[in-house]
């Protein structure tokens, strides 16, 4: 799968439970969308699923945006 705004938007909503126009690449997945810890595990566990790409833990503690998980996977599939 290609890692664009819009793949990782889509495993957003999916695993969130959001509608898509709350996401942007702005999006604080903590603050705006109210994730809380056992949501972002799904949510790395769903990326990974999706690009072959895991959240560490420790990386993990450091997104806070949708933009950081776009370049986060990116770095880390290139």
Avoid at 5 to 31: G, K, M, P, W, Y
Avoid at 58 to 75: C, G, L
């Amino acid at each position: 799968m290609e890692i664009t705004f819009e793949n990782v938007r889509d495993i957003i909503v999916n695993t969130l439970s959001c509608d898509a126009d709350q996401v942007t690449l702005e999006t604080n997945l903590f603050e705006d969308l109210e994730a809380d810890s056992l949501e972002a595990v799904e949510l790395s566990m769903a990326l990974e699923e999706a690009f072959g790409v895991g959240i560490a833990d420790e990386d993990m503690a450091n997104i806070k945006t949708v933009n950081d998980i776009v370049e986060y996977i990116k770095s880390k599939v290139q």
